[in-house]
């Protein structure tokens, strides 16, 4: 057990102490997508949804719930961030989105940028459920990260971009 930083010795759940690591610049980047009928696309995309904007709202979910990670998930450090961004692509099948946290501090932002996509898609769901119950919330995932002791890491098949 030696490898899992969230266990103690004799394998029992703990927050990781972050207090002896030094400071440096952390940022990480995460997407995911929703697939709907074409009819719930359109309807977004036209601003026809009857709840009103839903990518405005959905981008402003995503903000706030990558402020509460550490309220949502047990071991998660609460964190002051710099920034976050929630942005949507529409595609042909649905609503792409990418998401990102970034900070200066002792722990990384990975959970943030995964809580703040996966927020915004179920917003767009419960936003637009009432034109398409069947929607899928799929590909959530960490796209990339940078900082940190582990360093710069980015998925295989993300495209390189700039800073």
């Not at 697939?35 to 949804?49: H, N, P, T, Y």
């Not at 769901?125 to 940190?148: F, N, S, W």
């Amino acid at each position: 057990m030696t490898g899992l930083t969230h266990l103690d010795p004799d394998g029992n759940a703990r927050m990781v102490d972050v207090g002896g690591k030094a400071e440096s610049r952390r940022l990480a980047i995460a997407g995911g997508h929703i697939r709907m009928s074409r009819e719930a696309l359109a309807a977004i995309r036209d601003g026809e949804v009857p709840k009103g904007d839903v990518l405005a709202a959905a981008r402003i979910a995503g903000i706030m719930a990558a402020k509460k990670t550490g309220e949502l998930i047990p071991l998660c450090h609460p964190l002051a961030l710099d920034a976050v961004t929630v942005d949507f692509v529409l595609t042909e099948t649905g609503v792409s989105v990418t998401a990102s946290a970034s900070l200066t501090g002792r722990t990384g932002v990975e959970m943030e940028a995964l809580v703040a996509a996966t927020v915004a898609l179920l917003t767009i769901y419960d936003m637009a459920k009432a034109l398409d119950k069947g929607m899928v919330v799929e590909q959530v995932r960490l796209l990339e990260k940078r900082g940190g002791k582990s360093g710069d890491w980015k998925a295989a098949d993300v495209p390189d971009r700039t800073a």
